[in-house]
């Protein structure tokens, strides 16, 4: 999710199933079970979220690849990324 977010970023996020496009979302992999996707909702059409990346260019895995994603499949909508705190004399 490239430039976003950034590897190391945490999120803050709600379960929701009200999605809006534009919104980063947590989503089930459609064809992976048990593998969590981060992705921007792009749009909603009858077969579900079509999931996109923000750098496409990188090869990354979306709808591009897999299809829309069923509604029930998204868990979460993406509120705030944060930086987690770093322990004492850590670099």
């Known amino acids: 999710m490239l430039p976003a977010l950034q590897p190391g970023d945490w999120l ?8 809006r496009p534009g919104q980063v979302v947590l989503a089930w992999h459609p064809e992976k079970p048990g593998f969590l996707l981060v992705k921007r ?4 059409e009858d077969g579900g979220w079509w999931l996109a990346s923000d750098n ?14 069923a509604a029930d499949k998204i868990v979460a909508v993406v509120l705030a990324r944060y930086w987690p705190v770093r322990r004492r004399g850590s670099r």
């Open 12 to 19: 803050l996020a709600w379960r929701t199933r009200r999605v």
């Open 41 to 44: 909702a792009a749009w909603r």
């Open 56 to 69: 496409p260019a990188a090869g990354a895995v979306d709808s591009a690849r897999f299809g829309p994603v």
